[in-house]
């Protein structure tokens, strides 16, 4: 089973202004004989065919990027992976999933369903993962109502207007 993350996308005018601009850079500069831009807006123009995407497999964590056709994998496989947390109210109604390995994370945000089915496929994979809810956490700091976002209430000053 193959479970993606959501990535946002980008809108196609966006896309075709930075093509728009960037190639006009790069006249620009080529008229003027200022080579030094020229591979910037080269970068800037292949920036715009540039995809990314989370995916979740048995086999681990990977961030496949995609470009003309070529597409590498960076691969975290469930074996290395050591800590899974979970945050339902960071990207709320979604769930943010960081995933750590050694001292670095990788964020993937997921629907609730889709984060579920990863955190027991990922219990089955590397039974020694620690697992656990960021929202619980933070909840259990803030004492008896976890649900209060607000700061408590001073008593009033007799010495205030």
């Known amino acids: 089973m193959k479970y ?3 990535l946002p996308r980008k809108k196609p005018w966006v896309k075709a202004t930075v093509i728009f601009l960037a190639v006009y850079m790069l006249l620009l500069e080529t008229l003027a004989g200022q080579y030094l831009y020229v591979p910037i807006a080269i970068l800037v123009i292949l920036s ?3 995809q990314k995407e989370h995916l979740l ?3 681990g964590a ?3 990027h995609t ?3 070529w597409t590498t994998h960076h691969l975290w496989r469930w074996e290395e992976i050591q800590v899974l947390y979970t945050d339902r109210r960071k990207a709320a ?3 943010t999933l960081h995933i750590g390995k050694d001292v670095s994370f990788r ?3 997921l629907t609730p369903a889709d984060c579920q089915w990863v955190l027991r496929l990922a219990a089955a994979q590397n039974p020694n993962i620690h ?3 960021l929202s619980k956490k933070e909840q259990e700091h803030r004492g008896r109502n976890p649900l209060s976002t607000r700061k408590k209430r001073r008593k009033a000053s007799p010495f205030r207007s």
């Open 57 to 59: 497999t048995r086999e």
């Open 93 to 95: 109604p979604n769930v």
């Open 131 to 133: 697992v656990e809810d």
């Open 48 to 50: 715009c065919f540039f």
């Open 4 to 6: 993606q993350g959501i």
């Open 107 to 109: 964020t993937f945000l």
């Open 67 to 69: 470009l003309f056709g």
């Open 62 to 64: 990977d961030i496949q």
